[in-house]
């Protein structure tokens, strides 16, 4: 089982950068890959990123990619989400989430443990 705790969001202007970290317990964290999914109000949850257990592969939404890049450190169980050129729409609750498919995946349901989420609000 794996617990998840996202940190890092907060209120930042337009064109700002911010980084999102997210802190996993359990043993077994380097077998499970890793996304970054997001909501907004009123929407529904979103892809943004995800990094399979090594690291090796990434890929992410379309939205975001060129501005935003997902890592890992398995030593120190911790993935991140670093975000440039933010924009007032990437405002968003985010979330991390761990799963066990074996490649990339950008669907949530493939996602087994998921954190409580951190606000990021982006002003324009």
């Known amino acids: 089982q794996v617990q998840l705790v996202e940190s890092g969001g907060g209120l930042v202007q337009a064109g700002g950068s911010l980084r999102l970290s997210c802190a996993a317990s359990g043993r077994t964290f380097s077998t499970y890959g890793m996304g970054w999914f997001r909501q907004a109000p009123g929407l529904e949850r979103e892809f943004v990123a995800t990094?399979?257990?090594?690291?090796?592969?990434?890929y992410y939404a379309d939205s975001v990619k060129g501005r935003f890049t997902v890592s890992r450190d398995n030593a120190k169980k911790m993935v991140y989400l670093q975000m440039n050129s933010l924009k007032p729409e990437d405002t968003a609750v985010y979330y991390c989430?761990?799963?066990?498919?074996?490649?990339?995946?950008?669907?949530?349901?493939?996602?087994?443990?998921w954190g409580q989420g951190t606000h990021v609000t982006v002003s324009s």
């Open positions: 990094i399979t257990p090594s690291g090796s592969s990434t």
């Open positions: 989430a761990a799963t066990k498919y074996p490649g990339v995946s950008p669907y949530y349901t493939e996602y087994n443990y």
